[in-house]
T-cell receptor, first 117, second 115 residues
């Protein structure tokens, strides 16, 4: 069965600090997808990134970067020079590819990130 | 373009009442998902549909929950009878699923309170 673990329940840093959110996953499939979503205080879920299991290249998007390492089954998310607007709950998620179709995402419990001014 | 539209945004009801949550997916998407979010259990997948057909409803808590997708542009999640432990935010999401898993686009959620 698939599983996503976000061990950090809550992280608090001061603005402009760098912060890394950890995500460890479990799956028996060789083909799978990893995601990060952001849930700001307003409650909606905002897509940040999708990564497939065959692409281990790190990704950078502005102040955001992601480090995918199959050897450790991790897909960590780093925010550089954090800002107050980054305060939110961040979810890591996993989707397995089975039978030629895709199933729903399994989410981690989320990490509540607090950026203090 | 309109995103995933859910209604109602907020619902307060009394135990034993029937609750119906509605979802309109993004046009052209062929998969629809219902999730429930609570503090204790986080985001749980309840059921999902591909091309209007329910694929996996193993996440549906019990027989009081049912979901339908009569056409590509509409889905409902019904709770009958409702109980206080059903209080949660219910999210609907849609995506285009082809050979690869597409990203899920979420609605703004329906916050249900059962008294």
């Amino acid at each position: 069965a698939q599983k996503v673990t976000q061990a950090q329940t809550e992280i608090s840093v001061v603005e402009k600090e760098d912060v890394t959110l950890d995500c460890v996953y479990e799956t028996r499939d060789t083909t799978y997808y990893l995601f990060w979503y952001k849930q700001p205080p307003s409650g909606e879920l905002v897509f940040l990134i999708r990564r497939n299991s065959f692409d281990e290249q790190n990704e950078i998007s502005g102040r955001y970067s992601w480090n995918f390492q199959k050897s450790t089954s991790s897909f960590n998310f780093t925010i550089t020079a954090s800002q107050v607007v980054d305060s939110a709950v961040y979810f890591c998620a996993l989707s397995e590819q089975s039978g030629g179709g895709a199933d729903g995402l399994t989410f981690g419990k989320g990490t509540h990130l607090i950026i203090q001014p | 373009d309109a995103g995933v539209i859910q209604s109602p945004r907020h619902e307060v009801t009394e135990m034993g009442q029937e609750v119906t949550l509605r979802c309109k997916p993004i046009s052209g998407h062929n998969s629809l998902f219902w999730y429930r979010q609570t503090m204790m259990r986080g985001l749980e997948l309840l059921i999902y549909f591909n091309n209007n057909v329910p694929i996996d409803d193993s996440g549906m808590p019990e027989d009081r929950f049912s979901a339908k997708m009569p056409n590509a542009s509409f889905s409902t999640l019904k709770i009958q009878p409702s109980e206080p432990r059903d209080s949660a935010v219910y999210f609907c999401a849609s995506s285009f699923q082809g050979p690869t898993t597409g990203e899920l686009f979420f609605g703004e959620g329906s916050r249900l309170t059962v008294l």
